[in-house]
């Protein structure tokens, strides 16, 4: 496991619900959690992929981070400070600068209204870095840096006449331009194509060794997190299922969960459909909420009286290798 010391972001006993509304006919509102308990330790410098399919609590994690969305139990740690109860207007406004985030759809992220130019010199301006003519020089060198180049034919555009790519671009010249300690990437790539997405990781693993920033990068693709990750934590409705280094994760996996997302990379020049795991129940078993392990409605490779009446712990079976699976 990572040791405490060389923790710059840590989550602890994290849990987050949401209401759903009542129906037409009047049923009730109820909680659905989203986050489970969810306990993380990510170190300085690393890229820490956060791994799960669409509704798994991933992008939760991130929007908690980031302060955009609050808990309903448990403590976030940053240098050591407890972010979640921060006040102050100081304080508060000081935490932007260590703390950024790229988000998912970059023309829904960048204001329509301002031009390249004035999108990533706002930060700037805001925390009161620069003048006018130090604040242009390095607005122009944090584009030219996303290979926006010349940075003089971008300045003036306006997202609506950027690509995808371009605006994705131009949202990471935003968030890097603070240098912040943490950058959360929340799936950065998943409305680009694969050629783009490849320059984007490029990018960010080049911000990262030129500015020492830490990585949380949120995805649905154990591919891309192989790419570019440290470490990779797979998480499934909330709850974490394995964590480890990211080749070990890759090529020895131990959670069923993970084995099935393996299971469902795509294979070149294979024509088999035969899985190499075989984790992944072909018709879903009815199960009774929040009792037993998660997976266990989908899991394989189960036991019926211990799985469905008990959640498994996180253990250790290795190296910085952990899962919670009875039958690891």
Request: charged share 25%.
């Amino acid at each position: 496991m990572v040791k405490d010391k060389e923790a710059i972001l840590k989550l602890n006993s994290i849990v987050k619900k949401y209401k759903t509304r009542g129906s037409f006919f009047g049923r009730k509102s109820k909680d659905v959690i989203a986050l489970n308990s969810i306990s993380l330790k990510i170190c300085k410098g690393e890229i820490f992929g956060l791994v799960g399919e669409s509704g798994s609590g991933k992008t939760t994690v991130g929007r908690l981070i980031v302060k955009l969305e609050k808990p309903e139990k448990g403590e976030i740690y940053l240098d050591g400070q407890e972010i979640l109860s921060l006040r102050g207007r100081e304080k508060l406004k000081e935490f932007p600068r260590k703390v950024q985030m790229i988000f998912q759809d970059p023309y829904q992220s960048l204001n329509p209204q301002l031009s390249v130019f004035d999108t990533v010199s706002e930060p700037l301006i805001i925390h009161k870095i620069g003048n006018d003519y130090t604040r242009e020089k390095i607005v122009l060198e944090a584009i030219t840096s996303v290979g926006l180049s010349p940075p003089q034919d971008y300045i003036s555009r306006y997202p609506h006449q950027l690509s995808g790519g371009q605006r994705q671009r131009v949202a990471i010249a935003r968030a890097m331009i603070l240098n912040p300690e943490i950058v959360v990437a929340d799936e950065p790539t998943s409305m680009l194509d694969a050629s783009i997405s490849a320059q984007i990781f490029n990018i960010l693993l080049e911000m990262r060794e030129k500015l020492n920033s830490t990585f949380l990068f949120i995805t649905h693709s154990l591919a891309a997190a192989r790419y570019l990750c440290d470490r990779i934590a797979v998480i499934y409705k909330g709850n974490l299922m394995e964590i480890g280094p990211a080749e070990e994760i890759l090529h020895n996996p131990k959670h069923p969960y993970t084995q099935s997302l393996i299971d469902a990379l795509p294979k070149l020049n294979i024509s088999s459909n035969k899985k190499r795991f075989n984790s992944l129940l072909r018709t879903e078993r009815f199960v009774e909420e929040n009792i037993g392990c998660p997976f266990f409605s989908r899991c394989n490779v189960s036991n019926e009286k211990k799985c469905a009446k008990n959640k498994p712990p996180m253990k250790e079976l290795g190296k910085s290798h952990s899962a919670a699976c009875f039958y690891s």
